[in-house]
């Protein structure tokens, strides 16, 4: 069964910047799934971040267009958000999520088949 392990999340002044890592482990898992973030706030639904595709294609929600980078390291199976000039509306519980045939979009990372526990991300103004 395919673990994802998310970490790194913590509070932050606004304008600081994290970077977020989610770490892949057993089953099927290889470096040609699609990954990606997501979050979700208290009281609102979840909205995807950002999606990587096996061929390295990347998506973004316009919110973090410009602010937000996602990126993978095959050998160490970590998926990585960094997340620059944070914003108070960025607080949320972020997750990374992957899939072997998904589809690598802003929606289709809120269908992945497999999910993290989340990590935290507080930012204070």
């Known amino acids: 069964k395919v673990q994802l392990v998310e970490s790194g999340g913590e509070t932050v002044e606004a304008g600081g910047s994290l970077k977020l890592s989610c770490v892949a482990s057993?089953?099927?898992?290889?470096?040609?799934?699609?990954m990606g973030w997501f979050r979700q706030a208290p009281g609102k639904e979840r909205e995807g971040v950002a999606a990587?595709?096996?061929?390295?294609?990347?998506a973004y929600a316009d919110a973090v267009k410009g602010r937000f980078t996602v990126s993978k390291d095959n050998a160490k199976k970590t998926l990585y958000l960094q997340m620059n000039n944070l914003k108070p509306e960025d607080t949320a519980k972020y997750y990374c999520?992957?899939?072997?045939?998904?589809?690598?979009?802003?929606?289709?990372?809120?269908?992945?088949?497999?999910r993290g526990q989340g990590t935290q991300v507080t930012v204070t103004s």
């Open positions: 999520a992957g899939d072997p045939v998904g589809m690598a979009d802003i929606n289709g990372v809120l269908h992945f088949d497999y």
């Open positions: 057993g089953g099927p898992y290889n470096q040609y799934w699609s």
């Open positions: 990587l595709d096996e061929n390295g294609s990347v």
